[in-house]
């Protein structure tokens, strides 16, 4: 059996990646699926406010 088996791969700088840092944080994941569709569904909306033709 080699060594390195059930061994997490050594990076040199020791630094954690960005993405696994976002997904491992279970509030930011949280806060970020409530702000994505708010936001949206907020655009979305003034885009079809804006639509609509003014009464004569």
Same mark, same amino acid.
Do not use: C
């Given at each position: 059996?080699?060594?390195?088996?059930?061994? $997490?791969?050594?990076?040199?700088?020791? #630094?954690?990646?960005?993405?696994? #840092?976002?997904?491992?944080?279970?509030?930011?994941?949280?806060?970020?699926?409530?702000?994505?569709?708010?936001?949206?569904?907020?655009?979305?909306?003034?885009?079809?406010?804006?639509?609509? $033709?003014?009464?004569?």
């Amino acid at each position: 059996m080699p060594e390195s088996e059930g061994k $997490p791969p050594v990076e040199g700088d020791g #630094r954690v990646p960005f993405m696994q #840092r976002l997904l491992d944080n279970p509030f930011l994941l949280l806060f970020l699926g409530i702000l994505v569709p708010t936001v949206f569904y907020l655009l979305w909306g003034i885009m079809e406010i804006v639509q609509i $033709p003014v009464a004569p």
